[in-house]
């Protein structure tokens, strides 16, 4: 299966402690997307990237999260001094855009802060 | 329908019966509409989209009907099967990325 792969699934961690997830985008697809998604809402946007440029960042990403993604393939989302309100699913997608967003899921990774 | 809120919206069907999804939309210069699926512990699955340009596309089981009048979007699907108990996700397409509604579970009774 060549979709879009999250690491890890989940992860617990205390509040204060700095955590890092990885996505892999499907190998042709040139933007990456960054969602959060609490219980009972829909995915909100945080950031996407066009190849290993950083396009647009939402104002829900504030100063603690940083996104990376250095060879336009794989991508990272840190999250420093992690809060109890960060707890959230982080879905990362992947597109090869042609003028509209078709956007292909991961299965996300299950934030937990403690 | 989807809204707004805390409270995800339910829709109950019996198996065989067809279900609709109903779906309200802000921007009236959205052009791109998408419908997912998404199961739980999973992330959303792509079932179908549309252009605003079009005001009807059938998939497999699955019908899109967009009217841009009253900025309303529904996912029709047909013979509903106890694998289509999900939630369902309206979204539309901005200039760069996907705005997601909150949702509506549907549950198939067997």
């Known amino acids: 299966d060549t979709g879009v792969s999250q690491d890890p699934r989940h992860k617990i961690t205390k509040r204060g402690q700095n955590v890092t997830f990885r996505c892999d985008p499907i190998s042709e697809h040139n933007r990456l997307y960054w969602y959060r998604q609490t219980l009972g809402q829909g995915p909100e946007f945080l950031t996407y990237?066009?190849?290993?440029?950083?396009?647009?960042k939402s104002r829900l990403l504030s100063d603690r999260f940083s996104a990376e993604r250095p060879k336009g393939s794989f991508s990272t989302l840190e999250i420093q001094r992690t809060e109890q309100g960060d707890s959230a699913m982080y879905l990362c997608?992947?597109?090869?855009?042609?003028?509209?967003?078709?956007?292909?899921f991961g299965s996300g990774t299950q934030l937990s802060v403690l | 329908g989807e809204s707004v809120g805390l409270h995800l919206p339910t829709l109950s069907v019996q198996e065989g019966d067809n279900s609709i999804i109903n779906c309200a939309y802000s921007n009236s210069a959205s052009d791109y509409f998408i419908w997912y699926k998404q199961e739980s512990g999973k992330g959303p699955q792509f079932i179908i989209d549309i252009r605003s340009n079009m005001d009807k596309r059938q998939g497999q089981r699955v019908t899109v009907l967009l009217n841009k009048t009253v900025k309303h979007l529904s996912l029709q699907i047909a013979a509903t099967q106890p694998g289509d108990s999900a939630v369902y996700f309206c979204a539309e397409g901005g200039a760069n990325n996907l705005f997601f509604g909150t949702g509506t579970r549907l549950t198939v009774i067997p």
């Open positions: 990237f066009q190849n290993e440029a950083q396009l647009e």
């Open positions: 997608a992947s597109s090869f855009f042609t003028g509209n967003e078709k956007l292909f």
